[in-house]
């Protein structure tokens, strides 16, 4: 499986962005989807996930702001990001993984494929 994250870019803290990662090479339906996020000196940390089944979870930094969704028929996921922060200032990577179990889901040992990164930079 193939995944390109897009979407990126710089905006005013209180703005939003969409991110979208599109999948190739595998059954998306059949994956969950995840974003982690690595800031400046930190370490790369789970923000969102969204089960095959659509269920989703959130970490609670973003928990309100941020909202995952997945759209199989473009075997894409998508992360829209709104009242933005400059703590939200990172570099956001895609990632899928197949029969993750739910305590895995927040850990990144729990997905097999990854994006390339996409940087989202919030100006205060």
């Known amino acids: 499986v193939q995944l390109q994250a897009s979407g990126g870019g710089l905006v005013q803290a209180g703005g939003s962005l969409r991110l979208s990662c599109a999948a190739s090479?595998?059954?998306?339906?059949?994956?969950?989807m995840a974003w982690f996020r690595q800031g400046p000196g930190k370490e790369r940390e789970f923000v969102a996930a969204i089960r095959w089944n659509a269920v989703t979870y959130y970490d609670d930094s973003v928990k309100g702001r941020f909202t995952i969704s997945r759209d199989n028929a473009k075997n894409t996921a998508y992360l829209q990001m709104n009242s933005l922060k400059s703590e939200d200032t990172a570099v956001y990577y895609c990632?899928?993984?197949?029969?993750?179990?739910?305590?895995?889901?927040?850990?990144?040992?729990?997905?097999?494929?990854w994006g390339q990164g996409t940087q989202v930079t919030v100006s205060s």
């Open positions: 990632a899928a993984g197949s029969n993750i179990i739910l305590s895995n889901l927040r850990q990144k040992a729990g997905y097999n494929y």
């Open positions: 090479g595998g059954t998306f339906s059949r994956y969950s």
